[in-house]
């Protein structure tokens, strides 16, 4: 057994040197080893994936129950596979172990058709988590295709596209959820159609327009509202100078909550007045203006009421340990500040109608929609256009004249 505990003993300096230190992980990691080394004990068995898997099988039951339990077999998991890749020399970063991975397609022609369009995506500059979700929902696709004898997309019909919502996998789906795959599989479609894979340029249009993806109106904070939330009494205490520069942040520059609660001092430029950072979500780097409220807010809290931390993060949570925050408890910041407010001035109590309120102010400023994309970090040039709606003024310029279309009076009643 000296072996293994040597194992655990480098896999678990392997985890901290990854920047780990979450007390929880390292607690849960040393647990399952105690409790894999004892099965090995009892068992008289070395360490390896067949007694590791062996040993896990144990807990399969706790995958099917409560919250607590399923994070207990997860955790479990984890450790397993954290030994595993140590022992074979795999293990240089600390990363996410998918549950469920997508079955590929059996056909060499579907499989190809599969990595041609990952590698659209990623030259496309997809994140990481865009790039797997669609390859689940392409893979599901091309699998249905395979049961349907459809043995060449080059046989794909209107019919058939229409028909996959109809499959099993979908039973039971909340529509959101629906709506993701529709959207995933109609830019599929098109990138086949641009490519001349399909003689059918029409084929995105059999999705039923049911699981369309919904544009929703863009909702922000009212004038009244963002001039209260800013001169609040509870953001000059220590805690609320935290909070006011997180929310300023948000309301001045647009920066998502989780690159807010991913800063590190390494990201501000002081002497250029500067914040670049590499997003969390796209992966794109930005460099925004270090304005002057968003830079005072940020002194105060770092030299007034930051407590002393090794944390390489600007923000930290309130209580000990002292350690980063993370998104979850942002959320919560925006609901003690925002919850004040009546409906008509703030709509969502969210942290992103900040980030809403900050492309709108743009836009009311008459900067081009490639200008505040850019400062966005969006992936898409165009995605800022949505914020256009916001701008009442110039709308009502695309009003469309109602000259020339009689009507009675008693119509109109």
Same mark, same amino acid.
């Given at each position: 057994?000296?072996?293994?505990?040597?194992?655990?003993?480098?896999?678990?300096?392997?985890?901290?040197?990854f920047?780990?230190?979450?007390?929880?992980?390292?607690k849960?990691?040393?647990?399952?080893?105690?409790?894999l080394?004892?099965?090995?004990q009892?068992?008289?068995?070395?360490?390896?994936?067949?007694?590791?898997?062996?040993?896990?099988?144990?807990?399969?039951?706790?995958?099917?129950?409560?919250?607590?339990?399923r994070?207990?077999?997860?955790?479990?998991?984890?450790a397993?596979?954290?030994?595993?890749?140590?022992?074979?020399? +795999?293990?240089?970063?600390?990363?996410?172990?998918?549950?469920?991975?997508? +079955?590929?397609?059996?056909?060499?022609?579907?499989?190809?058709?599969?990595?041609?369009?990952? +590698?659209?995506?990623?030259?496309?500059?997809?994140?990481?988590?865009?790039?797997?979700?669609? &390859?689940?929902?392409?893979? &599901?696709?091309?699998?249905?295709?395979?049961?349907?004898?459809?043995?060449?997309i080059s046989?794909?019909?209107?019919?058939?596209?229409?028909?996959?919502?109809?499959?099993?996998?979908?039973?039971?789906?909340?529509? &959101?959820?629906?709506?993701?795959?529709?959207?995933?599989?109609?830019?599929?479609?098109?990138?086949?159609?641009?490519?001349?894979?399909?003689?059918?340029?029409?084929?995105?249009?059999?999705?039923?327009?049911v699981?369309a993806k919904?544009?929703s109106?863009?909702?922000?904070?009212?004038?009244?509202?963002?001039?209260?939330?800013?001169?609040?009494?509870?953001?000059?205490?220590?805690?609320?100078?935290?909070?006011?520069?997180?929310?300023?942040?948000?309301?001045?520059?647009?920066?998502?909550?989780?690159?807010?609660?991913?800063?590190?001092f390494?990201?501000?430029?002081?002497?250029n007045?500067?914040?670049?950072?590499?997003? +969390?979500?796209?992966?794109?780097?930005?460099?925004?203006?270090?304005i002057?409220?968003?830079?005072?807010?940020?002194?105060?809290?770092?030299?007034?009421?930051?407590?002393?931390?090794?944390?390489?993060?600007i923000?930290l949570?309130?209580?000990?340990?002292?350690?980063?925050m993370?998104?979850?408890?942002?959320s919560?910041?925006?609901?003690?500040?925002?919850?004040?407010f009546?409906?008509?001035?703030?709509?969502?109590?969210?942290?992103?109608?900040?980030?809403?309120?900050?492309?709108?102010?743009?836009?009311?400023?008459?900067?081009?929609?490639?200008?505040?994309?850019?400062s966005?970090?969006?992936?898409?040039?165009?995605?800022?256009?949505?914020?256009?709606?916001?701008?009442?003024?110039?709308?009502r310029?695309?009003?469309?004249?109602?000259?020339?279309?009689?009507?009675?009076?008693?119509?109109?009643?």
């Open positions: 057994m000296d072996d293994f505990k040597e194992l655990s003993k480098a896999t678990l300096a392997e985890v901290k040197a920047g780990i230190k979450s007390r929880t992980v390292i849960n990691f040393e647990r399952s080893c105690r409790l080394e004892a099965f090995l009892e068992n008289d068995l070395e360490f390896s994936a067949e007694s590791a898997e062996q040993w896990l099988s144990g807990f399969m039951s706790l995958k099917e129950e409560t919250h607590s339990q994070h207990l077999y997860l955790s479990h998991r984890r397993l596979l954290l030994l595993l890749e140590l022992q074979n020399g +795999q293990l240089d970063e600390w990363k996410v172990y998918p549950t469920k991975t997508a +079955q590929r397609p059996t056909t060499e022609h579907y499989a190809d058709l599969l990595d041609q369009y990952k +590698q659209h995506l990623i030259l496309e500059g997809m994140s990481e988590a865009t790039i797997t979700f669609a &390859m689940r929902v392409v893979s &599901m696709f091309f699998r249905y295709l395979e049961s349907m004898e459809i043995d060449s046989k794909l019909t209107a019919i058939n596209v229409s028909d996959f919502w109809g499959h099993d996998v979908f039973s039971g789906r909340k529509p &959101m959820g629906v709506q993701a795959y529709a959207f995933k599989l109609k830019r599929l479609l098109l990138f086949l159609e641009d490519k001349g894979i399909v003689c059918n340029k029409h084929l995105h249009l059999a999705i039923p327009k699981f919904q544009v109106i863009v909702t922000t904070l009212s004038h009244g509202a963002e001039q209260k939330l800013i001169s609040n009494d509870k953001l000059s205490d220590p805690l609320g100078k935290r909070d006011q520069a997180m929310i300023l942040l948000a309301l001045r520059l647009g920066v998502r909550r989780s690159d807010i609660v991913g800063l590190k390494s990201n501000i430029n002081w002497q007045d500067t914040i670049t950072l590499i997003q +969390q979500k796209t992966k794109v780097p930005v460099t925004l203006p270090l002057t409220d968003v830079g005072n807010a940020l002194m105060d809290y770092i030299l007034d009421s930051r407590v002393d931390s090794d944390a390489d993060e923000f949570r309130g209580y000990a340990p002292y350690k980063a993370k998104p979850s408890s942002v919560k910041v925006s609901l003690k500040y925002l919850s004040e009546e409906q008509d001035d703030c709509p969502e109590k969210g942290f992103h109608i900040l980030r809403r309120t900050a492309a709108t102010k743009l836009f009311e400023n008459h900067v081009p929609s490639s200008i505040i994309s850019a966005l970090g969006h992936l898409d040039p165009n995605s800022a256009d949505v914020y256009l709606s916001t701008d009442s003024k110039r709308m310029k695309c009003a469309l004249s109602l000259y020339g279309i009689g009507c009675t009076r008693e119509e109109l009643l």
